[in-house]
């Protein structure tokens, strides 16, 4: 899946930014990469994407806690 | 899924750039701008006026343009756009026969496609500056401008 952004820019000159297909925190790099042009951040909504990246390696180390004597 | 942010832009520029966002802005609501000795009939009779001043925005001092305004109507309502002594954009409404509400909610209306053209200028320099790439761009039936972007 290619890693995007939408950009959406309101009649108002409100802009909402979603990461599509950027995994970790590299996804709140990008978005927050936006925030930093526009203005100030009034919200944020962190979705299963955000956290895929950091779920791998915990079970990574879990895996390899186990295995050791 | 997504990581969503929500921003409230933020007006930081010097007046040639708030020129550029007035003048690309104002015509997608009819507006078009005047020179403003020619409309003088305006005033015929004194119009109805109100002052918006627009927080989250500051015009950069500059060696020219700080004393300037901008001027624009439609159908007998005049909109000037200027810098006021804090250095925040300000926009005075004006019009016989219509309501400071009415002209409030034009002014309100001019704000925000003012506010959207600035923002929209912003990022899609900053985007090319950083060598992005944008796949596509669209504007909705509301007015909301779309962009996609790849290469992150």
């Known amino acids: 899946m290619a890693e995007e952004l939408e950009i959406e820019i309101s009649p108002t000159g409100q802009v909402t930014v979603r990461t599509i297909g950027i995994k970790g925190a590299k996804c709140l790099d990008a978005a927050e990469f936006i925030a930093r042009i526009v203005g100030h951040e009034q919200s944020r909504e962190l979705t299963s994407e955000y956290y895929e990246a950091e779920l791998q390696v915990q079970q990574h180390l879990n895996i390899r806690n186990r295995q050791s004597p | 899924m997504s990581t969503v942010l929500v921003i409230t ?51 950069l001092e500059a060696a020219a343009g700080t004393d300037q305004q901008i001027v624009v109507e439609r159908d007998g309502v005049r909109a000037v756009f200027s810098r006021d002594a804090r250095g925040a954009l300000r926009l005075c409404m004006e019009g016989k026969g219509h309501s400071k509400s009415q002209l409030q909610q034009i002014g309100e209306e001019l704000i925000g496609r003012v506010t959207q053209q600035y923002v929209y200028h912003r990022v899609v320099t900053e985007l090319q500056e950083k060598n992005k790439v944008i796949v596509s761009e669209e504007v909705s039936a509301d007015r909301t401008v779309k962009i996609r972007v790849r290469n992150w």
């Open chain 2, 9 to 59: 832009p933020l007006i930081i520029a010097n007046w040639s750039v708030i020129s550029a966002a007035v003048l690309g802005a104002v015509g997608t609501l009819g507006f078009t701008a005047v020179a403003e000795a020619l409309h003088d009939d305006l005033h015929e009779t004194r119009p109805t006026r109100t002052e918006i001043d627009i927080e989250d925005s500051e015009i």
